[in-house]
């Protein structure tokens, strides 16, 4: 079973051998680099119960623990002369190890992350290190130090209640504490299988090679079909979820779920309305234009039609972190205290604006222009070439070959269609990160104006203007909706 995906300028080919392992390649002969991705189908939706973080604990044991030949020093050492590295990361959903290297230590390296996967060490050091690292991620980082993040987690409890994603990928206070080394070989053995992996490689490889990969991981076990997800609880009414901690300013995230993926055809135009709201951490969108350029109340403000987590330092998403579930998000970066039910009430008001009024003309027709040319960005090198490759395959569409093939002939009225169907701010859930929430939170649920304050003179009077709309610009917030509580009470359970 042969299939092509259009990627950039090149086409990658997608099969299955005879143990069912599936073989993503995007060959570049000219090139001195060969990447290689091994993505398992394997996330936190598929933790077991009391065991809140279990997948993300085996995959980093996986990742950055030893093999049954090296140590985990032993492997980096082996790592250094061919200047490459063994990366992981995941989501929900999915798992993904990789390396870029020089095709001179492409055997090398190819064996020792063959290595890492097949026969892992399962030390006590190694286990008892990254359960330790990872309990540290979120009782001292996520909850001390990253507003920004333990917002967006905040609202994902909201999102998903009772409901595997729900809870930060790491996992839960009590489910890593509850974890043992035997639970870690036991969901390794039975969840990390070939019929879950696929293996991607691209740029200058030697023929065969990639097929010669592949078969190494026959010997993996086939596992047990995938467990369907509990569909997202559907949004009723707004509600809100108030994080009380020390900070400097208040961090806001919202959204609601959205029964749309990139393999549905409204994600598209979807992409479009997002783009034209506000693209992550570029300047076209109208949240950032009306919020930061205009009235300096933080440093960005964006928007999403499904879960983002960004690049390393880049402005671009990471890829293989596919979800079977999606959501619409918009993320405003910490604004002051004396200001975030002004901005509060202004990412609502704009996004009301798009879905009653629909997106401008010449809105539409700039954000179309500027997606055209900025999806090339998303794979500029041939790994992340190959990670939308392979999620092509998963999703049965390839987002990059779909945007440049959609939006020559999308228009303005396929945009509206598609967000007056799916995007709603009656059914927004709200998570706002700060110091002073319950002030905020009763003149929320009292409906008093939350007035910007200004620190600089000589605002524009038309903004001035609007900004007596958006302070009074009703939220209908029940109290019986709200809930304020403790960062240190977050995941614990």
């Known amino acids: 079973m042969l299939l092509s995906i259009a990627v950039a300028a090149s086409a990658s080919q997608a099969r299955a051998d005879q143990n069912g392992i599936r073989t993503v390649v995007l060959p570049s002969p000219s090139s001195p680099l060969v990447t290689i991705r091994l993505v398992f189908q394997v996330g936190a939706a598929d933790d077991e119960p009391g065991k809140e973080g279990i997948a993300a604990l085996t995959a980093a044991m996986l990742g950055e623990g030893g093999t049954v030949k090296r140590t985990w020093s032993e492997v980096l050492d082996a790592l250094y002369p061919m200047a490459a590295d063994i990366n992981f990361y995941g989501d929900k959903d999915a798992f993904v190890f990789m390396g870029t290297v020089h095709h001179d230590n492409l055997d090398a390296f190819a064996n020792l992350l063959a290595e890492q996967i097949?026969?892992?060490?399962?030390?006590?050091?190694?286990?008892?290190?990254?359960?330790?690292?990872?309990?540290?991620?979120?009782?001292?980082?996520?909850?001390?130090?990253?507003?920004?993040?333990?917002?967006?987690?905040?609202?994902?409890?909201?999102?998903?209640?009772?409901?595997?994603?729900?809870?930060?990928?790491?996992?839960?206070?009590?489910?890593?504490?509850?974890?043992?080394?035997?639970?870690?070989?036991?969901?390794?053995?039975?969840?990390?299988?070939?019929?879950?992996?696929?293996?991607?490689?691209?740029?200058?490889?030697?023929?065969?090679f990639p097929d010669r990969y592949a078969a190494r991981f026959a010997n993996l076990p086939v596992g047990k079909p995938r467990s369907p997800l509990p569909p997202s609880p559907a949004p009723q009414g707004k509600q809100l979820l108030f994080v009380q901690k020390s900070a400097h300013g208040d961090a806001i995230s919202m959204g609601h779920a959205i029964g749309v993926t990139r393999s549905d055809d409204d994600f598209y135009p979807l992409a479009v309305a997002a783009?034209?709201?506000?693209?992550?951490?570029?300047?076209?969108?109208?949240?950032?234009l009306n919020m930061r350029q205009k009235r300096g109340l933080n440093y960005g403000d964006y928007a999403y039609v499904e879960n983002f987590i960004q690049d390393g330092w880049t402005t671009f998403p990471l890829p293989n972190i596919s979800r079977r579930e999606q959501h619409f998000e918009v993320w405003l970066r910490p604004v002051p205290p004396k200001s975030a039910g002004f901005a509060i009430r202004e990412a609502i008001y704009e996004t009301d604006k798009l879905i009653r009024e629909g997106i401008p003309a010449a809105g539409f027709e700039a954000t179309r222009a500027f997606l055209l040319?900025?999806?090339?960005?998303?794979?500029?090198?041939?790994?992340?070439?190959?990670?939308?490759?392979?999620?092509?395959?998963l999703y049965g569409k390839d987002v990059l070959a779909e945007l440049k093939a959609r939006l020559p002939t999308m228009t303005k009225d396929d945009v509206d269609r598609a967000v007056r169907k799916h995007l709603s701010t009656a059914n927004l859930s709200i998570a706002v990160v700060g110091d002073k929430v319950k002030a905020l939170a009763d003149a929320l649920v009292a409906g008093k104006p939350t007035p910007i304050v200004y620190d600089t003179k000589d605002t524009p009077a038309d903004v001035l203007e609007e900004d007596q709309t958006i302070e009074r610009y009703p939220l209908d917030v029940s109290a019986s909706r709200l809930k304020i509580v403790s960062a240190s009470s977050l995941f614990e359970k």
């Open 275 to 288: 783009s034209y709201l506000g693209e992550h951490r570029t300047f076209n969108g109208v949240l950032m």
């Open 373 to 393: 040319n900025y999806v090339n960005l998303w794979a500029q090198d041939g790994s992340r070439r190959l990670g939308y490759a392979i999620d092509g395959l």
């Open 118 to 208: 097949l026969t892992p060490r399962f030390s006590d050091d190694d286990f008892t290190r990254l359960r330790q690292d990872a309990l540290d991620a979120i009782t001292k980082t996520l909850r001390g130090n990253d507003d920004e993040d333990l917002g967006k987690q905040a609202l994902g409890t909201l999102l998903y209640p009772n409901h595997p994603y729900g809870y930060p990928t790491l996992g839960t206070v009590a489910g890593l504490s509850a974890i043992t080394l035997d639970d870690v070989k036991g969901f390794y053995a039975h969840t990390f299988t070939r019929d879950r992996l696929i293996v991607g490689v691209s740029g200058g490889y030697p023929k065969g």
